[in-house]
């Protein structure tokens, strides 16, 4: 069985049914088709789970010629590293749909069909293992989010979605030069494989690891180009601020895995301190920023960008307790972003304010709610206990094999995390009831609860029992680091 | 063999030429006898003449080349498959052009007329294997469009158009014929094969030559549009009326790019060195210029104009690496852009309405609420304009950009890399009006039948072909091979 193109390709048929069907006066069967549709893509993505096995190789490999000319195939693959996040963006799908069901009410089926269709090339681009069809889908998904935000966002939103939309573009058209370039140095390949296998020079090495860095450290995003990301998170829906955080944050440090660090070993090594002061500057001074924002999904944001480094800090630093370390906090990010995004968005569908002003005393109308908010709250903050303990700590064990300072300033996020986190949970939740709008609050309803409480287990189970996942994902640790060490310029 | 002879075997492989003269003289003396309100007729009959036409042209794909006519025509797999493209470009722009046309008038014999001679020449310069054929065929193909273009004669803005172009083109043909002559002079021939056998042998005084060379470049870049040769581009698009610019934007293009790849890649190949130079300026200056300039402006067909220069550029780009692999990368690059330009414009005449042009950017207001189809198919268009996959516009730059870099141009890849980055944005206007913006008048949409699957299988095709290139790739791939 095809598992991957399954995994591909049912959200993107069920996106274009949701679209044929969607009437806008009548929504409920775009809704019901789309939730189908992505419970469907979340069901054939769980044997990849099931039948992975502890190797570091590729596997549910699918080889297909496509443009022979050019020598591209459709070949899919998946690893330690790149099937976890298919089914993390697998379950975001069915969140997203879930949570949007009382909340959107304008163009249903597009604003459904756009997330399917998206979930569908985000899968493709995990799975691509040829360059050419990994760069289609990894385009190609910035359409449906152009439009998400740009249609469905806040007021504003146009910006906000041109802004995202060149930024990326940008560095990724500098990624497609080098990919062009690699094709000839391969003497015709398109195969990423087949490119972390080939002998380069030191200034090629360099130039090709700079442009890739372009398109991915703006999609991580580093430290300083991560302007985009707070604009787009603020204007996009929740569903969109959801798919952002979650899964196209994770695009930058997957592409660096699998691209820079393996294709250009030695350029990776001598830029490794680059990278790393960049983190430590995401880390620390963006953790900063985050403790004076006044809107929640800003400071979100801007939380986000400072997990981030951690991520990219784990894998620059070479070692294996970092890079498992980074690639679990990409996982835990996921979750717990997810789930604040959400969170702010169920208190915005009632209030419909981002401020944190606007709020106080929430706890006292919503207890279940506040136990939730609670909870993410702390694991973003790197509580024991939860998945975001796990990664921010094997990081800073890894950094501190490294350099004590390195290890020093990353740990400050322990304090600056808990600082701004537990603050905006203090200023909303506690106190006494601020307003009239919060005094007639209800709390959340079955379906709020159903979502909350899916990352509420899977942010603790990664927490407390990481093992599975670790076991999944070293394998592919192990080689990545035994080929990084090699060096690739020739006597 | 300096005796003439008609015989079947000499006149087969311009058949369709041949027939397609023969329908419009048809047309025209037919036009005569018919009322206004018969004007379906005469529509109806030129659109299956170019149909048919093509059909013609498509049975002959297979056949191997042939020389006709002492070395003045060329049938070979390249003429074959432009041929039937610009057939039916020409189709599909009189089936765009029909409802826009009969609201103001203009659907008369003699636009259609025109535009069959005009075809007519194409089909003529796509087949030259002869400097005079070229000639013929680019004069029959430019006389019939400046005419077409002046046709609207209770518009300023149009005539003003036409003047400018005839003014402008005729200038060019000039530099153009004496650049040949030069040629001439160098080589002693006008027949391709034979000038480039005395420049590869050395027997042609090469600094003649090079002087030629500069004047018929300087000739080929106005007929492409190409900076600095570009300055009748924006206002003839602006100017013509909208099935008139969409005439000139779509399957011209074709033929120049046989013109392109009969005079340097075969003629001329071996000063291929030389033009090269000359060519990387025109690339450079047009990409820069048309995506920095389309910017500016908000009218769609200014901007479609000045995105032209810059798709020019990118056609050029394909060219200048001088390789077979660059030839059929540019080839497969202008039939993308044909089709792309034939939805873009297609779209623009399918708002608009008698008294209405919607060649305003802000007329596409706010068109996701009032056609999802449409709306979707414009988009679809400006991503593949962008060069965003999965449309075929992505796969036309990334072929093109791929032989540059194989002819060892890095720094060119990354300069017309980042200026796409630039272009991406006025295309992403286009989308964001459609989708993010209200409707600021009343839309109406209410196309013909035709024109409505006509335009979804255009802006769908550019889909399809994104995802699956490859038998196009190949198809342009051996069509290259086959006229070397």
């Known amino acids: ?491 | 063999m300096n005796t003439a002879t008609f015989s079947w075997a000499t006149l087969a492989p311009a058949i369709p030429e041949i027939a397609l003269l023969v329908l419009v003289s048809t047309l025209l003396i037919v036009d005569l006898f018919l009322d206004e309100e018969e004007g379906a007729v005469t529509y109806w009959f030129a659109v299956a003449s170019l149909l048919g036409c093509a059909a013609l042209c498509a049975m002959t794909i297979g056949v191997p080349t042939r020389v006709t006519f002492q070395g003045m025509f060329v049938s070979d797999l390249l003429s074959q498959m432009l041929k039937v493209a610009t057939l039916v470009s020409v189709a599909a722009t009189l089936v765009y052009g029909r409802t826009y046309l009969q609201v103001r008038g203009l659907l008369r014999g003699e636009f259609l007329s025109l535009s069959l001679f005009a075809t007519l020449g194409m089909m003529v310069m796509i087949s030259a294997h002869h400097f005079l054929t070229l000639y013929l065929g680019l004069e029959l193909m430019t006389l019939s469009i400046y005419a077409l273009v002046a046709l609207q004669r209770d518009s300023v803005r149009a005539t003003e158009a036409a003047m400018k172009y005839f003014v402008l083109g005729a200038l060019a043909s000039g530099l153009l014929l004496y650049g040949l002559s030069m040629l001439y002079g160098a080589t002693g021939s006008l027949e391709l094969t034979r000038v480039a056998y005395s420049l590869e042998h050395g027997h042609a005084h090469m600094r003649l030559a090079v002087f030629g060379l500069v004047f018929v470049v300087a000739g080929i870049a106005f007929k492409l549009g190409a900076v600095p040769f570009h300055m009748w581009i924006p206002d003839v698009y602006h100017g013509a009326s909208t099935p008139a610019t969409l005439f000139i934007g779509a399957a011209p293009k074709l033929a120049a790019f046989a013109f392109i790849m009969r005079l340097l890649a075969n003629g001329l190949q071996g000063m291929t060195a030389d033009w090269q130079m000359m060519l990387v300026i025109l690339a450079v200056a047009s990409i820069g210029l048309g995506n920095v300039v389309a910017i500016a402006q908000s009218n769609l067909k200014r901007m479609l104009a000045y995105s032209t220069i810059s798709h020019m550029g990118f056609l050029v780009l394909g060219i200048l690496s001088g390789t077979d692999n660059g030839y059929s990368s540019a080839l497969f690059y202008v039939v993308a852009y044909v089709l792309m330009t034939l939805a873009s414009f297609g779209m623009i005449l399918l708002l608009s309405r008698a008294g209405f042009e919607a060649e305003e950017i802000d007329d596409f207001k706010g068109l996701n609420q009032k056609s999802k189809w449409y709306a979707f198919m414009m988009l679809i268009v400006m991503f593949s304009l962008a060069g965003i996959p999965p449309a075929v516009g992505f796969f036309a730059k990334l072929a093109v950009l791929q032989a540059v870099l194989e002819a060892g141009y890095t720094w060119l890849v990354v300069y017309a890399v980042l200026l796409s980055v630039i272009g991406a944005f006025y295309y992403l206007r286009i989308v964001k009006v459609m989708y993010m913006d209200d409707p600021a008048g009343e839309i109406t949409i209410d196309p013909r039948a035709d024109m409505r699957w006509v335009l979804s299988v255009n802006a769908l095709a550019i889909l399809i072909l994104g995802i699956a290139p490859a038998p196009l790739m190949d198809l342009c791939a051996r069509a290259i091979t086959a006229s070397m």
Request: hydrophobic share 55%; charged share 10%.
């Open chain 1, 1 to 491: 069985m095809p598992i991957l193109s399954l995994t591909i390709w049912t959200p993107i048929a069920f996106g274009i049914a949701v679209l044929a069907l969607a009437d806008d006066r009548n929504p409920d069967r775009a809704r019901w088709t789309a939730l189908v549709g992505s419970v469907l893509g979340l069901l054939v993505s769980v044997p990849l789970w099931m039948g992975f096995q502890a190797t570091a190789d590729m596997q549910f490999v699918e080889l297909a010629p496509w443009i022979t000319r050019f020598n591209v195939n459709y070949h899919l693959g998946v690893d330690g590293i790149s099937m976890p996040l298919i089914l993390l963006n697998s379950l975001m799908t069915v969140l997203v749909v879930i949570a949007h069901w009382d909340v959107i009410r304008d163009k249903v089926g597009q604003y459904l069909a756009a997330f399917l269709i998206m979930s569908g090339f985000i899968n493709g681009m995990f799975a691509a293992l040829d360059a050419v069809l990994f760069y289609v889908f990894f385009e190609a998904m910035l359409i449906p989010m152009f439009l998400i935000i740009g249609v469905w966002g806040g007021p504003n939103r146009v910006y906000a979605a041109v802004k995202f939309f060149l930024y990326t573009l940008l560095g990724s058209l500098l990624m497609l030069a080098t990919f062009i370039y690699l094709y000839h140095q391969t003497n015709g390949s398109f195969e990423i494989l087949d490119w972390h296998k080939l002998q380069l020079g030191r200034t090629a090495q360099i130039l090709i690891f700079l442009a890739m860095f372009m398109s991915f450290a703006v999609k991580v995003p580093m430290w300083p180009v991560h302007t985009w990301l707070p604009d787009a998170h603020v204007e996009a829906p929740t569903g969109g601020s959801v798919i952002l955080a979650a899964i196209t944050l994770k695009v930058g440090g997957y592409g660096f895995l699998r691209f820079s660090l393996p294709v250009t070993p030695d350029a990776s090594q001598e830029l490794a301190g680059f990278m790393i002061v960049l983190s430590l500057i995401a880390v620390v001074y963006i953790g900063l920023v985050a403790l004076v924002q006044s809107d929640m999904k800003k400071l979100i944001a801007y939380s986000s960008i400072s997990h981030m480094g951690f991520v990219t800090l784990g894998i620059f630093i070479f070692n294996a307790d970092g890079m498992r370390g980074g690639i679990i906090q990409m996982i835990s990010h996921g979750f717990i972003s997810a789930a604040l995004f959400l969170c702010v968005g169920v208190l915005y569908d009632r209030v419909h304010s981002r401020e944190i002003r606007a709020y106080g005393g929430v706890a006292n109308r919503m207890p279940v709610f506040a136990a939730f908010f609670v909870l993410f709250a702390m694991a973003n903050s790197g509580l024991p206990g939860t998945s975001g303990f796990i990664g921010e700590f094997l990081v800073v064990l890894g950094a501190m094999k490294v350099n004590f300072w390195y290890a020093f300033l990353a740990a400050t996020t322990l304090v600056f995390g808990a600082a701004y986190t537990l603050w905006m949970v203090k200023r909303v939740l506690y106190g006494e009831v601020a307003n009239e709008e919060v005094a007639l609050l209800k709390d959340v309803g079955r379906r709020e609860l159903a979502f909350l409480a899916i990352l509420a287990v899977l942010v603790l189970a990664v927490g407390v029992y990481p093992k599975p996942l670790g076991d999944v994902m070293d394998p592919t640790i192990q080689e990545l680091l035994r080929h990084v060490n090699q060096s690739k310029v020739g006597p």
